[in-house]
């Protein structure tokens, strides 16, 4: 018995022997709704608002860092990369800003039903 033979056998046997989903009964299928408890929802959006606001600071604070040091640069006469420094803080800012809506998009509807609005 090679070793391919001898896994298919062992995933057939497990696969086997998973237990089966429970009947849906006479009311359709199974379908739990999403949604978070209040409390945990809330303290996410807090947490989540939280991490926003302080990648926000940091990408503030990197433009300003790398344009003191552009200045100085310039003052002394050396060249120095800071461009790439300048883009790689703004590509950063530019993944935070998009975070959130970017999940939104894919993530949103999650925890909706149906005809009923968020």
């Excluded at 803080?89 to 993530?107: D, M, Q, R, S, Y």
């Amino acid at each position: 018995m090679t070793f391919t033979s001898l896994s298919q056998y062992a995933a057939a046997y497990l696969f086997a022997r998973l237990p089966m989903a429970p009947d849906p009964g006479p009311g359709g299928g199974i379908n739990p709704t999403p949604n978070a408890p209040g409390q945990l929802n809330t303290l996410v959006n807090k947490l989540l608002g939280l991490i926003a606001w302080a990648g926000t600071a940091a990408g503030v604070a990197g433009v300003l860092i790398t344009g003191t040091m552009m200045a100085v640069s310039v003052k002394r006469g050396e060249s120095s990369e800071h461009m790439s420094r300048l883009g790689l803080v703004l590509g950063g800012c530019i993944l935070v800003a998009v975070a959130g809506p970017l999940a939104n998009f894919f993530l949103g509807g999650a925890g909706t039903t149906a005809g009923q609005p968020q």
